[in-house]
Every structure is written in C-alpha cells, then in structure tokens.
C-alpha cells in the first residue's frame, strides 16, 4: 500500500497485507481461507437461535420477521437473499448467494454475505447500514460454496442505486449483534480485531 490509494477491484489481497498473521486467523477461523471461512457461515447457521431461509427467499419470507432493535436476530440464508424495500433488521444477517436490496433500507448488526460474495443496492431511496459489512467470494470455480473447489475469489459491493444511503461501521452495533452468538455468557465465534475500509 506504501501511501498509495487502493480499491477492492484492483488490489484486494492489500486487505490481507494489512492485518496481521494472528488477525487473519483470529477466533480459529482463518480469514484468508474460503473453507475457513464457509466453516464460520456453518457454524452461525448451527447456533440453535439462528433462522434459516431457502435459497431466493425475501425478507418477508422469515419467520417472525427480520428483528427489532429488542429482539435482535441471527439469519442465515442458504443463497439468493432480497431485503424488501422499507425494511429494517436488526441482528446478524448472512446469505451464501446473492444479496440484493432497493433503497430505504436500515440494518443495524452485522452482514455476512460469505459464499457468493456478491451485495447489490440499486433503486432510489436513502437508508444506512450500521455496523459492519463482510462479503468474501468463498465459492471455487464451480461457484458452489461448501466443494472440495473453494478458493478466494473477486467479491462484488455493488452501490450504483440513488438516494443518500450510508454504510458506517459502529463498533456497539456490533457487539450487540455479537452477543447473540452467545450460547453462554463467555462464548462468542466472532472476534472484531481489526477494520479497514478498501474502496
């Protein structure tokens, strides 16, 4: 990096260069490993809190809704996900497929789009996205996440929709949204050790 700017798109193993060793394989999971890191998504949709959705679901298609700000949810979907619009979560939110939403959307927690690694925003409309945003292309050539192919590959973060719509890091978001991955008191599988944001 050497004080020269970066974007995702041509430079993305820069991320990598800048955390260290033990910060890449923080929590047991080993960041810059697609199979490490399809274990986490296996793991949070094994958490007996966690609510899972089939491949192509909406938001409206979960039970009991997306979450408040007092009752926060783990989500998991098994692939395509599609936040409708004017909807709200809260919690941890995580698709292996394709996540896509118009403007006018706010989530508060934590967003794993590990798998495919592609999130889309397109549509008019303003809406902000506090506390932290993953997305990791874990999928291999045959863009199955979970094969015996998976390797790291190009994710996509795609904003080109209108409107004043944010995505900002709080760190209380996120250990709220930490929390609930907590059978015990003490048990936490995630681990902020680090941020950095590449554009």
Same mark, same amino acid.
């Given at each position: 990096?050497?004080?020269?700017?970066?974007?995702?798109?041509?430079? $993305?193993?820069?991320?990598?260069?800048? $955390?260290?060793?033990?910060? $890449?394989?923080?929590?047991?999971?080993?960041?810059?490993?697609?199979?490490?890191?399809?274990? *986490?998504?296996?793991?949070?949709?094994?958490?007996?809190?966690?609510?899972?959705?089939?491949? !192509?679901?909406?938001?409206?298609?979960?039970?009991? %809704?997306? %979450?408040?700000? %007092?009752?926060?949810?783990? +989500?998991?979907?098994?692939?395509?996900?599609? *936040?409708?619009?004017?909807?709200?979560?809260? !919690?941890?939110?995580?698709?292996?497929?394709? *996540?896509?939403?118009?403007?006018?959307?706010?989530?508060?927690? +934590? +967003? $794993?789009?590990?798998?495919?690694?592609?999130? +889309?925003?397109?549509?008019?409309?303003?809406?902000?996205?506090?506390?932290?945003?993953?997305?990791?292309?874990?999928? %291999?050539?045959?863009?199955?996440?979970?094969?015996?192919?998976?390797?790291?590959?190009?994710?996509?973060?795609?904003?080109?929709?209108?409107?004043?719509?944010?995505?900002?890091?709080?760190?209380?978001?996120?250990?709220?949204?930490?929390? *609930?991955?907590?059978?015990?008191?003490?048990?936490?599988?995630?681990?902020?050790?680090?941020?950095?944001?590449?554009?």
């Amino acid at each position: 990096m050497d004080g020269k700017s970066v974007d995702a798109s041509t430079h $993305m193993d820069d991320i990598a260069k800048a $955390m260290t060793p033990a910060q $890449m394989t923080s929590a047991g999971y080993n960041l810059n490993d697609a199979a490490s890191l399809n274990q *986490l998504v296996n793991d949070i949709q094994a958490l007996p809190q966690a609510v899972t959705v089939a491949d !192509g679901a909406q938001s409206s298609d979960v039970p009991g %809704g997306m %979450g408040t700000a %007092g009752n926060q949810k783990v +989500i998991v979907a098994n692939g395509d996900f599609t *936040l409708s619009p004017a909807q709200s979560s809260f !919690g941890i939110l995580v698709v292996k497929g394709t *996540l896509t939403f118009n403007g006018n959307i706010n989530h508060t927690g +934590i +967003i $794993m789009v590990i798998g495919d690694g592609v999130m +889309i925003r397109h549509g008019g409309g303003n809406g902000t996205i506090s506390g932290a945003v993953w997305i990791a292309n874990t999928a %291999g050539a045959d863009g199955v996440p979970g094969t015996a192919d998976d390797a790291m590959g190009a994710s996509v973060l795609n904003t080109s929709g209108g409107g004043a719509s944010n995505v900002q890091y709080c760190s209380s978001a996120v250990a709220n949204a930490l929390s *609930l991955t907590a059978p015990t008191p003490t048990y936490s599988p995630l681990v902020v050790k680090s941020f950095r944001q590449v554009l």
